[in-house]
Every structure is written in C-alpha cells, then in structure tokens.
T-cell receptor, first 110, second 114 residues
C-alpha cells in the first residue's frame, strides 16, 4: 500500500488557522481522503481529492498536488470542538482498501 | 437513517480465547470493511466484503477471519487471541466499495486481551 506521512501532533489557538500536511507515494495514486476522529468516536469523512487544487467546504479546505505527492487540510476559525485526530488516507492500488497515515492529533487551546 | 452499528462496544478476553465481533452497515450499503486501530500502528486494513464475498484481505494472520451475510451484516472472528490483538476494531460500510467512495465508520469494538 501507500506510504503516508503526517505530523503526530499540532497545537493551535481558538479562532486561528491551522494547516495539517500529508505526503504520500505518487505511484499508483487513487485519490486522497481526510477523516476526522474525536477521541473514543468513529472516524468521519471530511474530504476526498483526486484532482490538483483546493476544495473548500465551509471552514475546512483540502488541497492536493499529485506531482508533489502532497496534500493538506486547512482549518479556519478554529473552534474547541475541532480538537481531534485528522487522518490522511489513500486507496491501495488494485484493491478496495485504504492505507491510513498515523494521524495528526490537533489540540485547540483557548 | 441509522449509522453503522457495532456490537459489543467493549470486550475483555484472555489469551487463547476466541472472539466474534458484529457489524451492521447502513441500510443499502453492500460493502463492509474492517480495520484495526492501535496507538502504535494507526488504522490497518483487515478485509473487505461485498455481497457475501471477501474481495480484499490485509496482511493479518489467518487467525483473523470474517464473513458477510445476505443482509450485508458482517462478523469478524479472531481465534487464539494474543496480547497484541488488543485494539479498537472498526467496521465501515459504503454502497459499492469503489475506491473513491467515502466510508461510514461505526464507533468500534474495543477489545482488551489479558
């Protein structure tokens, strides 16, 4: 499967903007997902990018550069409830399975 | 509509025992996937079922098995439990299991092996 890297932890301030980066192998690329997971809860879908560029959904945006093997999730106007783990994932080549990064734990402080 | 339901929510077992976990997908979803989540390894793919057939399998030993029923409900079984099997087991469903489909996850079964 894909080799996916993302930072382990990040801290940001309420009301600020934070960018969570994710890098992946470019061979056999089938798109990139972002999921949010609050502690003790199920991961929930945030975005899916397969083409280059920025996609905006309210306070959350996701960016993809296929040539660079790079994606980021941008969270604006941070709220305390945004404290969660953010998981970057990509479908494996040739099979219906996702390879996940280790997740970035975001802590939003007052 | 109801989300993905996993039972039980928590399980405590001892080494050598076996365990069966259950997953009910969202109504109409025919693809069910299972993932293991641990602090050290993150989420790792176990297997995926569609129309009662296992289409994909991850790199886990044969002690891990699963099945899917005609109503799309799925079970996974772990035999001869080891301490390292302690993890959160997550089930996810989607309509057809295509690579670009988002997954809907259940809250998971937290398995502790003592």
């Amino acid at each position: 499967g894909q080799n996916i890297d993302q930072p382990t932890e990040m801290t940001a301030t309420e009301g600020a903007i934070v960018q969570i980066n994710c890098t992946y192998q470019t061979s056999g690329f089938n798109g990139l997902f972002w999921y949010q997971q609050h502690a003790g809860e199920a991961p929930t879908f945030l975005s899916y990018n397969v083409l280059d560029g920025l996609e905006e959904k309210g306070r959350f945006s996701s960016f993809l550069s296929r040539s660079k093997g790079y994606s980021y999730l941008l969270l604006k106007e941070l709220q305390m409830k945004d404290s969660a783990s953010y998981l970057c994932a990509s479908p494996d080549t040739g099979r219906r399975a996702l390879t996940f990064g280790s997740g970035t734990r975001l802590q939003v402080q007052p | 509509k109801a989300g993905v339901t996993q039972t039980p929510r928590y399980l405590i077992k001892t080494r050598g025992q076996q365990v069966t976990l259950s997953c009910s997908p969202i109504s109409g979803h025919r693809s069910v996937s299972w993932y293991q989540q641990t602090p050290g390894q993150g989420l790792q793919f176990l297997f995926e079922y569609f129309s009662e057939t296992q289409r994909n399998k991850g790199n886990f030993p044969g002690r891990f098995s699963g099945r899917q029923f005609s109503n799309s409900r799925s079970e996974m079984n772990v035999s001869t439990l080891e301490l390292g099997d302690s993890a959160l087991y997550l089930c996810a469903s989607s309509l057809a299991g295509t690579v670009d489909e988002k997954l809907f996850f259940g809250s998971g079964t937290q398995l502790s092996v003592l």
